[in-house]
């Protein structure tokens, strides 16, 4: 199994972007699906969350700025970013649970990480 994030990138204050982060290989079903981000000199962070029926959590810092959603038919989470701010800064990861077959246990899997960066 792989995840591939992508849509990082350089914004201003109070601009937008959208992070995606797809899975593939051998996949069963795919359980929570979430970001986390991590700032240099600072411990990674989880951003927000959803369940596979589309329950919905948020780190303080990001409610009503930051949403999450999931497409499940293409194995993808999303995160919608707006009005960013400088210290949303950071490298932000994907992560999926995953079950790779019907008689096996989930494992959580990662992505390579997408840097965001906003400027003031």
């Known amino acids: 199994v792989q995840l591939q994030a992508s849509g990082g990138g350089l914004v201003q204050a109070g601009g937008s972007l959208r992070l995606s982060c797809a899975a593939s290989g051998r996949i069963f079903n795919i359980n929570a699906m979430g970001w986390h981000r991590q700032a240099p000199g600072v411990q990674r962070e989880l951003v927000a969350i959803?369940?596979?029926?589309?329950?919905?959590d948020y780190a303080d810092s990001v409610k009503g700025r930051f949403t999450i959603s999931r497409d499940n038919a293409k194995n993808t989470v999303y995160l919608q970013m707006n009005n960013l701010k400088p210290e949303d800064t950071a490298v932000y990861y994907c992560?999926?649970?995953?079950?790779?077959?019907?008689?096996?246990?989930?494992?959580?899997?990662w992505g390579q990480g997408t840097q965001v960066t906003v400027s003031s």
């Open positions: 992560n999926q649970n995953i079950q790779t077959s019907r008689w096996s246990y989930s494992s959580d899997y």
């Open positions: 959803i369940t596979y029926d589309g329950n919905t």
